[in-house]
């Protein structure tokens, strides 16, 4: 009996030890507002100090991908961070940009998503960058006009009761 309970825990423990789980599959389709992206990267970032490997896929152009790790491996089961990088802009020979993808103003949705073992379909959905805060720029200003500070308040004297 023993003998039984024994092997029982070291099949228990090497079980823990080897992480032995399924690999997970990961696929889905990208959407911005509803319509399908075209083009880009999505990436699944895992949770820090997970011990994860970080895994990406080209989205295709009917709007579906499929990730893999750097070793064209599956992914382990666990939370994950979804990122977006648009396509690169091309440029022509004076480094103007001639194609700039439709998406560089959107990213993935802030949020972890489960990967669990076995297949997983999951969709990815973009949402537009926040704009950026506008700074006024020195430059702009016409020449002689300093940049004005509100004037501080004056202080007054009580005015006395009687």
Do not use: H
């Amino acid at each position: 009996m023993s003998t039984k309970l024994f092997g029982i825990v070291a099949a228990t423990t090497l079980l823990m030890v080897c992480g032995c789980t399924k690999p997970s599959s990961v696929s889905g389709t990208v959407t911005a507002d509803g319509e399908k992206v075209t083009e880009g990267l999505v990436l699944f970032q895992p949770e820090s100090n997970s011990g994860k490997k970080p895994a990406a896929g080209e989205i295709q152009p009917d709007g579906t991908y499929e990730v893999r790790t750097a070793g064209n491996e599956l992914l382990s089961a666990g939370n994950y961070k979804v990122l977006f990088t648009p396509p690169d802009t091309l440029e022509d020979e004076t480094g103007q940009a001639i194609v700039v993808s439709e998406w560089n103003s959107w990213q993935a949705e802030d949020k972890l998503v489960q990967v669990s073992e076995g297949q997983n379909k999951i969709a990815i959905k973009l949402e537009k960058k926040p704009e950026p805060p506008a700074e006024e720029d020195p430059a702009d200003q016409p020449a002689g006009e300093e940049t004005t500070q509100p004037a501080e308040p004056e202080e007054t004297e009580p005015a006395e009761m009687e």
